[in-house]
């Protein structure tokens, strides 16, 4: 039984692709609550729970979807790709 070699750029597209994914995600919910807040203000409504969503979970998201990022850039960072002219891998 062989198993197959993954190469290192599925791997870091799979990581740009989960990175993508979490800003698009913040981006969603954000969009989102901030409608619930416009709707439930055009409907004479009291926004008082999306507000209150929104001052909780909209950072929270923020947050993640940084140290997410950071974490990335931090591991990427002072990488080669293999088969480049300055040897490949780490510095």
Same mark, same amino acid.
Request: charged content about 10%.
């Given at each position: 039984?062989?198993?197959?070699?993954? !190469?290192?750029?599925? /791997?870091?597209?799979?990581?740009? @692709?989960?990175?993508?994914?979490?800003?698009?995600?913040? @981006?969603?919910? +954000?969009?989102? /609550?901030?409608?619930? /807040?416009? !709707?439930?203000?055009?409907?004479? #409504?009291?926004?008082? @729970?999306?507000?209150?969503?929104?001052?909780?979970? /909209?950072?929270?998201?923020? !947050?993640?979807?940084?140290?997410? +990022?950071?974490?990335?850039?931090?591991?990427?960072?002072?990488?080669?790709?293999?088969?480049? +002219? #300055?040897?490949?891998?780490?510095?």
């Amino acid at each position: 039984m062989t198993r197959k070699r993954v !190469t290192p750029v599925y /791997i870091l597209g799979m990581q740009v @692709a989960s990175i993508s994914m979490i800003w698009i995600f913040v @981006a969603a919910v +954000t969009v989102w /609550i901030i409608n619930l /807040i416009v !709707t439930s203000i055009e409907l004479n #409504d009291a926004p008082n @729970a999306s507000v209150g969503i929104s001052i909780v979970v /909209i950072p929270i998201f923020f !947050t993640l979807a940084s140290v997410l +990022t950071y974490v990335f850039v931090g591991l990427r960072r002072h990488r080669t790709m293999p088969g480049s +002219t #300055d040897g490949g891998g780490e510095k």
